[in-house]
Every structure is written in C-alpha cells, then in structure tokens.
C-alpha cells in the first residue's frame, strides 16, 4: 500500500460525458502527478501540481484538466469523453517536485462506451 | 527531454541475476536517473534512483558508468514474483514532469 488513494476504481460512462477522478496523496506529499495508461500508448504524464500550483504539464489534452486544492487531494476532470479516453489513470505523490520516489495509486480504470 | 531505449523483454530463470540495461545518450548534466517496477493493472512502484556511480539497496543496484550514457538495473537472485515492467526514467530532479516512462522492458522470471 503506497499511502496514495483513488476513487472510483472503476468508472463506466458514455461517450461524450464528464468525469472527476480524485486522488489523495500521501501524508505530507506536496506533489501530485497524473498519468494515464492505455495499451496502446503506455504510461503517458499528464500534468503535476505542487502545493497547490501547476508545475508542470505534459500530453494532457484541452478536454482535460486538473486541480490540486488546499488539502493536497486532486481531481481530474475529463470532458467530452471519447472511446479513446479509455484507461487507467494513475496518481502518484511525492515530497517534493522533482523526478524523486513517486508513490502510485491503484489507480482508477474508465471505460468509455 | 532525455530519451531512453531498453529491451522490450527478458527472459530469466528463478535464482539468476538479472542486469537490464537502459541507454540515455542525452542526458543532461543535472538529469537522475529512476527506476520503477509494475505489475499489471497495478500503480509502478520506485525501485532506485541514481546520479552517478554505484547505488544499492535492499531489492537493486543501480551501475551508471562515468559517462552516464547508460545504466544497468540489476536484480539479484530474482524470484517468480519479479516479473513485471521495468521502466527507466531520466530527468532533472527539480521537475519530474520534464522525464517520461518510456516502453519499459517486460521481464519474465521462469521456475
């Protein structure tokens, strides 16, 4: 158990709906990184926040955005929901900002029907 | 951003040493080097993390030679449970979004 948590573990949803992931990091983790994970792209960083700022964006397409609020929990929000959105989404955490140990979700897997 | 190539996959026997080695021709001055271990549908966990030289703990060692164009995972005396995903990941330790899991390299540990 890496301490990071995840809800939903599942989500099943339409094409062309909304969702909210949310994440809590571990104690005292100030970072928190989004990744998504299809079979056909791997594991794919999205975006990271540090103490409640952006720090750092990578693929995370317009449709999509995230939040990390002054608890240090995340959500992230997807939009306009494709067939291709369909993965799972990971949430890692870590002390500090830099590439350091980062500590996994179990992450949260969504099927896009 | 520093690209990585490693093997896609290995093959190893129970009670064998296994070296993955990861290849970085452009890493950076200020670049780290990171490893991480996933089992399917689970988050990847953090092996080891080095800048230069040698670097062990209690699961790996980590060999990064003085050019730092490469680096060698080993894992000694692996076991069943130790097929998984290895990835390598290289970047400054000031901004993890700047690095990338690449394909990572499939390890498959035989009785």
């Known amino acids: 158990d890496s301490g990071v948590t995840q809800t939903p573990k599942h989500l099943i949803t339409a094409t062309g709906q909304r969702v909210t992931l949310r994440c809590s990091p571990r104690s005292g983790d100030l970072s928190v990184y989004w990744y998504q994970q299809s079979l056909d792209q791997g594991l794919q960083f999205l975006i990271q926040?540090?103490?409640?700022?952006?720090?750092a964006k990578g693929n995370i397409l317009e449709r999509f955005s995230a939040q990390q609020f002054p608890d240090l929990h995340s959500e992230l929000n997807l939009s306009s929901l494709e067939l291709g959105d369909s993965a799972l989404y990971f949430c890692a955490s870590s002390p500090t900002g830099g590439l350091g140990e980062q500590y996994f979700g179990p992450g949260t897997r969504l099927t896009v029907t | 951003l520093a690209k990585t190539t490693q093997p896609i996959s290995m093959d190893s026997y129970e009670g064998q040493e296994v070296n993955i080695t990861c290849s970085h021709n452009?890493?950076?001055?200020?670049?780290?080097i990171t490893w991480y271990q996933q089992f399917p549908s689970q988050g990847p966990r953090f092996i080891i993390q080095?800048?230069?030289t040698k670097v062990t703990n209690e699961v790996a060692s980590l060999f990064i030679p003085a050019d730092r164009k490469s680096s060698t995972l080993s894992l000694p005396r692996v076991s069943l449970s130790d097929t998984a995903v290895y990835y390598c990941?290289?970047?400054?330790?000031?901004?993890?979004?700047?690095?990338?899991f690449g394909d990572g390299t499939t390890l498959t540990v035989k009785p």
């Open positions: 452009n890493i950076a001055t200020n670049d780290y």
């Open positions: 080095g800048y230069k």
């Open positions: 926040y540090y103490n409640g700022e952006e720090r």
């Open positions: 990941l290289v970047g400054a330790n000031t901004n993890a979004g700047k690095s990338t």
